[in-house]
Nanobody, 122 residues
């Protein structure tokens, strides 16, 4: 089992920045690809970013490429999502998740956090 706890969500003005954190406990953290997903009211969950276990590869949705950066600290069992130049359409609940089976498909992630609210006001 892997337990995931997100933090860092807040209300910010459009154009601002936030850094989300996800602390993991349980089995070997470095063995998991970690992903961030988001879900806005009335919309389906969507992939945001992912990073492989050793941190060598990162993947981004086109909508956040160039604005968001995913990183991880395996010594601290934590994954981060740095979000810059936030837009109103980035408003959503953000979830971190862990998988050994995929990268961008939420269905292949086995463990999920409870989510943290990000609101970018225009």
């Amino acid at each position: 089992q892997v337990q995931l706890v997100e933090s860092g969500g807040a209300l910010v003005q459009a154009g601002g920045s936030l850094r989300l954190s996800c602390a993991a406990s349980g089995r070997t953290f470095s063995g998991y690809t970690m992903g961030w997903f988001r879900q806005a009211p009335g919309k389906e969950r969507e992939f945001v970013a992912a990073i492989t276990g050793n941190g060598d590869s990162a993947y981004y949705a086109d909508s956040v490429k160039g604005r968001f950066t995913i990183a991880r600290d395996n010594a601290k069992n934590t994954v981060f999502l740095q979000m810059n130049r936030l837009k109103a359409e980035d408003t959503a609940v953000y979830f971190c998740a862990a998988t050994t089976r995929g990268v961008t498909l939420g269905e292949l992630y086995d463990y999920w956090g409870q989510g943290t609210q990000v609101t970018a006001s225009s």
